[in-house]
């Protein structure tokens, strides 16, 4: 049994978390959520509670509880929990499903302006990460998306991987190359916006499939 963080961001493949949440503690392992703000436009919180009553901060950590009481004028005490930190030391793996085109992007550049970034950012790369992008095919195509994940891989050994491949063979280099990182890759379907083409999320026992990889094999050698 290992403690799994998942991390939550806005794509609409959010609604699938209750689901995902559902798989990974039937496969025994204890779960915390960390979510940004948009991510908790796609899920309600308290769907992941057992007693489906309140939202249990110690189960789904928001943004607010990153900073508590500070839009009534609270301060920080010496001695108070830091979330992010707290979250990165608790848990043996990070799962991000879904991963948006922003936080990608985010993770690429350093960027942490949240909490779930903020995990990122601290995160102790001796452990396994899972990332498990989503995104409309336009954003998926555009040239960024390759540049970031390259960049987010490099972060964790995958260098030299040449250039002018598709992407499967792409993601396939990066994970090979990685250390404790497997990107899940995306498939193709009709998208909610309509569209069909490459960037829904991959099936919720396809990301379970590759969290039990990791965890059984953290060098993440297929
Ligand atoms: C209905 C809706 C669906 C969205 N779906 C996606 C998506 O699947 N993938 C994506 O990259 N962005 C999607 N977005 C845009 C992100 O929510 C937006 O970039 C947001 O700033 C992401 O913030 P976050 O990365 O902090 O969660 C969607 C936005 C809306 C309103």
Same mark, same amino acid.
Not at 56 to 61: A, D, F, G, S, Y
Not at 142 to 158: E, K, N, Q, Y
């Given at each position: 049994m290992s403690n799994v963080l998942l991390g939550v961001t806005g794509s609409v493949a959010a609604v699938k978390v209750p689901e995902l949440a559902n798989l990974i503690r039937a496969a025994g392992h204890d779960l915390k959520v960390v979510t940004t703000a948009s991510g908790l436009y796609f899920f309600d919180p308290v769907e992941l509670d057992p007693s489906r009553v309140v939202r249990? *901060?110690?189960?789904?950590?928001t @943004?607010? @509880?990153e900073w508590p009481g500070k839009d009534e004028g609270e301060r920080y005490r010496r001695g108070d929990e830091v979330r992010h930190i707290e979250l990165r030391r608790w848990a043996d793996i990070f799962l991000v499903a879904p991963l948006d085109a922003n936080t990608m992007g985010k993770f690429a550049n350093g960027i942490c302006d949240n909490c779930l970034t903020c995990v990122w950012r601290a995160w102790d790369s001796a452990k396994p990460v899972v990332l498990a992008p989503a995104m409309n095919t336009h954003m998926w195509d /555009? *040239? %960024?998306? !390759? !540049? /970031?994940?390259?960049?987010?891989? %490099? @972060?964790?050994?995958?260098s030299h991987v040449p250039g002018l491949m598709e992407d499967d063979a792409l993601i396939a280099q990066l994970n090979a190359r990685g250390r404790n990182f497997r990107i899940v890759p995306p498939v193709t379907k009709r998208l909610a916006c309509g569209d069909t083409g490459v960037g829904a999320m991959a099936d919720t026992t396809t990301i379970l499939a590759n969290l039990s990889e990791m965890l059984a094999s953290p060098s993440g050698t297929p």
């Open positions: 249990n *901060p110690e189960l789904v950590t @943004d607010a @509880d /555009h *040239p %960024m998306t !390759r !540049r /970031h994940l390259r960049c987010i891989a %490099m @972060d964790f050994g995958a």
